[in-house]
């Protein structure tokens, strides 16, 4: 080897799903020591070796329906810093989405936003936690930094009124050597509309009701009673929780 000649040498390793952004893992080379040894050298600063970028991630959710009793589209999309890859195993977890009759199972959750990520079936909890992975670990999809990915899945809505509790999402990464590391996206954005943050649950109410009867003969076997409202609500399903209430109320008249 002819002194003041560069040697480069390379080798693949696999980064850590843990944060290590900004730290300088400094390396050293050592020479044979059969040579006598030289002192090692730290090397270049150009590209810290084992530097792991944050994963940050933003996110935005909103809902089809704020009727009670009504299928609710819940659509969510996200973009992460980093490039996702399969071997840290990327996961979504959505927690906050309480208010729905869907009992505790598993859920569909439809992709879009980028070729070769197909449905999932993604973990259902009816406190209102929704958890989604992203690729299978034999996946060789790379998903690249700041592409905006959306998922949608439907739940059924309660009949109680409610605001919009809230929602968080979580990205996870993990790998067979390191536990789960979770990003958070902070506040999730949400749509203009009110009635799109997702779970607010519209209260219902009668503006208007009328009874009438075709006959006021004693014992009379031919009276028929017809009932006419107005309410708030404009969804089939929610006439149908109205006539149900309706209902009941006249078995009190």
Avoid at 221 to 237: E, F, K, P, R
Wanted: proline share 4%.
């Amino acid at each position: 080897m002819l002194a003041g000649v560069s040697i480069k040498m390379s080798y693949l390793v696999d980064n850590t799903p843990s944060i290590w952004a900004n730290e300088a893992h400094a390396a050293f080379f050592t020479w044979d020591a059969n040579t006598g040894g030289i002192p090692g050298k730290q090397a270049e600063a150009a590209a810290y070796p084992m530097t792991v970028a944050d994963a940050n991630v933003t996110s935005a959710i909103e809902q089809s329906s704020s009727t009670p009793c009504d299928s609710n589209f819940i659509s969510v999309t996200f973009t992460s810093t980093v490039d996702l890859y399969a071997s840290c195993s990327p996961t979504i977890s959505l927690t906050g989405l309480s208010g729905t009759d869907t009992t505790t199972g598993t859920l569909t959750a439809s992709f879009t936003g980028m070729t070769g990520i197909d449905d999932k079936q993604a973990s259902w909890d009816q406190a209102g936690v929704f958890t989604v992975s992203i690729l299978s670990s034999q996946s060789d999809i790379v998903i690249p930094a700041h592409t905006a990915i959306t998922f949608s899945f439907t739940v059924l809505n309660q009949i109680p009124a409610q605001s919009s509790p809230g929602t968080t999402l979580s990205l996870i990464l993990q790998d067979d050597f390191h536990s789960a590391e979770s990003h958070s996206s902070g506040d999730m954005g949400l749509p203009a509309n009110s009635e799109q943050y997702p779970l607010f649950i519209a209260a219902v109410s009668i503006t208007t009701q009328n009874i009438t009867q075709t006959s006021s003969n004693p014992c009379s076997g031919m009276c028929d009673c017809h009932t006419t409202y107005c309410s708030t609500l404009q969804h089939t399903a929610a006439h149908a929780y109205m006539a149900m209430v309706i209902a009941r109320h006249q078995r009190h008249i």
